[in-house]
């Protein structure tokens, strides 16, 4: 019974375009959520989050967007590149960290 | 200062034997996790340790698993006897403080393949 969704398994995108990976989840009382992205043979590495309080939080390329009425996140980066190219994990936190099954991004120069 | 690090990086084992992963988490840090990831499917919550105590062990599979954690220093999880659907990544993460959002650093994964 997964409480963190991601639908998209992969997603390619031209270099420069932006990207954005969906999440879903199920449990309205987590109450913060993160981005992992992960490379071959290394484990996930934190990237970016967002409390339940806000709708939106920024770092440089990478934007989080929370939607708590549709229970939906979404990580816009924006211009892609080609390091870019890994999995991205999404996960909402409450007594511990749920995660979602993740989403390869390729970048494509 | 060094991060999570895991032992070993692949084992591969027949189906009724043993195996031990071992976790070294960042020093200092309290707060020590066991995920496990079958190939395409989440990262999956095993449990919890806050230093030398089980915190949560409620994503544990079953009793063939057992972590330990001596000490509040390194962690192990043994498996045994290993079925086939134990096969997967097991990573351990570690964090100074639980549930502070970004901080949960993990290790590069322990790949297990039951045959």
């Known amino acids: 019974d997964q409480q963190v969704k991601q639908n998209s398994p992969s997603l390619s995108v031209q270099e420069g375009r932006i990207s954005i990976l969906n999440c879903d989840y199920t449990?309205?009382?987590?109450?913060?959520f993160l981005w992992y992205k992960k490379y071959p043979a290394e484990g996930p590495t934190f990237l970016i989050s967002?409390?339940?309080?806000?709708d939106k939080n920024e770092d440089g390329r990478f934007t989080v967007f929370l939607n708590k009425s549709a229970k939906h996140l979404s990580l816009h980066i924006v211009p892609s590149q080609p390091g870019d190219s890994a999995v991205y994990f999404c996960?909402?936190?409450?007594?511990?960290?749920?995660f979602g099954t993740g989403t390869s991004l390729t970048v494509i120069p | 200062e060094a991060g999570v690090t895991q032992f070993p990086s692949h084992s591969v084992i027949e189906k009724g034997q043993t195996v031990t992963l071992r976790c070294d988490p960042i020093?200092?840090?309290?707060?020590l996790y066991w995920y496990r990831r079958v190939m395409g499917k989440e990262i999956k919550f095993l449990l919890h340790?806050?230093?030398?105590?089980?915190?949560?062990e409620s994503g544990m599979p079953n009793n063939r698993f057992l972590a330990e954690r001596t000490g509040g220093t390194y962690s192990t999880l043994k498996v045994q006897p290993a079925e086939l659907e134990d096969s997967g990544v097991y990573f351990c993460?570690?964090?100074?403080?639980?549930?502070?959002?970004?901080?949960?650093?993990f290790g590069e994964g322990s790949r297990l393949t039951v045959l």
């Open positions: 993460a570690s964090s100074q403080a639980p549930g502070v959002p970004g901080e949960l650093f």
């Open positions: 449990n309205s009382m987590f109450d913060y």
């Open positions: 967002i409390s339940s309080i806000k």
């Open positions: 996960a909402a936190s409450g007594n511990q960290f749920y």
């Open positions: 020093s200092g840090h309290d707060n």
């Open positions: 340790f806050v230093k030398e105590s089980k915190q949560d």
